[in-house]
């Protein structure tokens, strides 16, 4: 398929790993920010195509496993509710709050529906005047925007039983607690480029400064990813660290003005936990003051919410790219996409989900455990 297959091609792939393997003299360990670009690499062996010196940490940039079990926990309460139909993207039905996830409230009789679109929602809203309609917002700087435009939509047009549970982040704060906790081993970062089709790379030249890192904004395909490998390391080889575009069929170094204004309009920074890792400062976009009256956490009394997150489930440490998903003693036995302890086995963009699809190591395959979600 052309614009696919053209990423795909062997004989390129075979030209920049050699290329990779002529410019690494010594080891060094790079970090790719978001879980699609994790996919790419373990789907096609990329990191075991590497040369033994290079080492691909997995990064935090998968939307559905770093949102906070408390949130979770309030979009299963607030979804049991007879009078909300609750809306949501199909991946967070299967992630498991405290002690049941979206799925169980919807076969108990709570009224969630899956939704390709935030409009949909909002549509579902105007269908049902006498129902509250809540989206479920979630995701980094990518997801951001469309949920923005369709809640400042909701204010215009005066829907007022829509409201969304926001529960976004923002990756260069992320990046600046990677490199700044005491057990951090990144040396460069793979930066995700569907986030800097949105924010530009305005943010990124200041992180690459202060903590000396090579940062290169990379697509997602196999040849993405290797070219995006290439640059950095020979950043590196050369003791240098600067900001690269190596998607420029995406990125634009401004990114998307039209977005941004949108996300300033709708949004205000805020701090955010990250389920796993903990709370990053500025690392989180709520909904401003102006559009309160949207926000489902003020709309919904869901306080007091105590959580439990299963002892055996090592995700905050896979997320952090301090051990692999297969190091964890409950992958593939106790912890599977069919029954998870953890989000990063259930999103399409989890680390443990990725190494349960491409890499068994040793489980034995299922057909019913094919795919990661239902
Ligand atoms: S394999 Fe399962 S239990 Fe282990 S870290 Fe991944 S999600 Fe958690």
Redesign the pocket.
């Known amino acids: 398929m052309k614009y696919i297959d053209e990423f795909q091609d062997p004989e390129l792939a075979r030209r920049l790993l050699d290329d990779i393997r002529d410019t690494v003299t010594r080891p060094w360990a790079l970090m790719e920010v978001c879980g699609g670009q994790t996919h790419t690499i373990i789907r096609h062996g990329i990191d075991q195509l590497l040369p033994d010196n290079v080492e691909l940490i997995h990064g935090p940039g998968c939307p559905v496993c770093v949102t906070p079990l408390e949130v979770i926990d309030k979009a299963l309460e607030i979804a049991s509710r007879p009078d909300v139909i609750f809306c949501s993207f199909g991946d967070m039905l299967r992630v498991p709050g405290s002690d049941r996830d979206l799925f169980q409230v919807r076969s108990h009789g709570g009224d969630v529906r899956v939704v390709y679109s935030p409009l949909d929602a909002l549509k579902i809203a105007q269908q049902n005047p006498h129902r509250e309609v809540v989206f479920f917002g979630i995701g980094f700087e990518t997801t951001a925007p469309p949920n923005a435009m369709t809640v400042h939509q909701a204010r215009r047009l005066g829907i007022p039983n829509f409201s969304m549970l926001v529960s976004h982040v923002r990756v260069p704060p992320a990046i600046e607690a990677i490199m700044t906790s005491p057990s951090c081993r990144v040396q460069a970062f793979l930066a995700a480029g569907h986030v800097c089709s949105v924010m530009g790379v305005q943010e990124y030249p200041e992180l690459a400064e202060r903590f000396k890192v090579p940062i290169v904004v990379t697509g997602f395909e196999p040849l993405d990813i290797l070219e995006g490998i290439r640059r950095t390391v020979r950043q590196l080889e050369r003791g240098e660290h600067t900001v690269e575009n190596a998607y420029p069929r995406a990125v634009r170094p401004e990114g998307n003005p039209a977005a941004q204004a949108m996300l300033a309009d709708v949004f205000e920074v805020t701090d955010r936990a990250w389920r796993g890792i903990g709370t990053i400062p500025a690392s989180g976009w709520r909904l401003s003051e102006r559009y309160r009256d949207y926000d489902a956490e003020y709309r919904f009394s869901v306080d007091g919410i105590t959580t439990r997150e ?1 002892a ?4 905050g ?2 997320l952090q790219g301090l051990i692999k ?1 297969h190091e ?5 036995a ?2 599977t996409p069919r029954s ?7 999103s399409s963009e ?3 989900a990725a190494y ?1 699809l491409y890499r068994r190591l040793g489980i034995p395959s299922t057909p019913q455990e094919a795919s990661p979600v239902a």
Do not use: K, N, Q
């Open positions: 299963p055996a489930c090592r995700s440490e896979v998903p964890c003693e409950a992958f593939g106790t912890c998870p302890l953890g989000a990063t086995m259930v989890g680390a443990c349960y």
